[in-house]
């Protein structure tokens, strides 16, 4: 996305309303080390920040950072065009969050998109 963005040319994909999780590398690699040193864990953990966002709020974001504006949607029969049936992870998204780190006590450095965004594009 982000040469798109540096074109002045980024948008959402398709609606804009599909749920998008994400994660900062650091909070990634904590949770990792977190699970590894704590036997609490066991089983399966989301790898994701705790406050997902729809697609739209996340181009704005990029957008914001970037500074450049997040105006230009691609419309969904252009996404299936490129990625085929891959295209449905895409339009559709996931709201998947992170309950069971929190639950054993893991802290996120980075809640908000934006904060992640500016800290890995400085």
Request: glycine share 12%.
């Amino acid at each position: 996305m982000m040469p798109v963005f540096e074109l002045f040319a980024g948008g959402p994909l398709g609606t804009g309303k599909q749920w998008v999780s994400w994660i900062h590398r650091d909070d990634l690699v904590d949770l990792i080390i977190d699970a590894i040193k704590k036997p609490g864990y066991n089983g399966v953990y989301n790898g994701t920040a705790p406050k997902p966002v729809t697609m739209a709020q996340l181009c704005s974001s990029l957008g914001g950072v970037l500074g450049r504006p997040s105006w230009l949607p691609v419309p969904d029969f252009a996404i299936t065009t490129l990625l085929g049936e891959g295209a449905q992870v895409v339009l559709e998204g996931q709201k998947v969050l992170p309950t069971r780190a929190q639950q054993a006590g893991f802290n996120f450095k980075y809640t908000e998109l934006s904060d992640a965004l500016r800290n890995i594009l400085k």
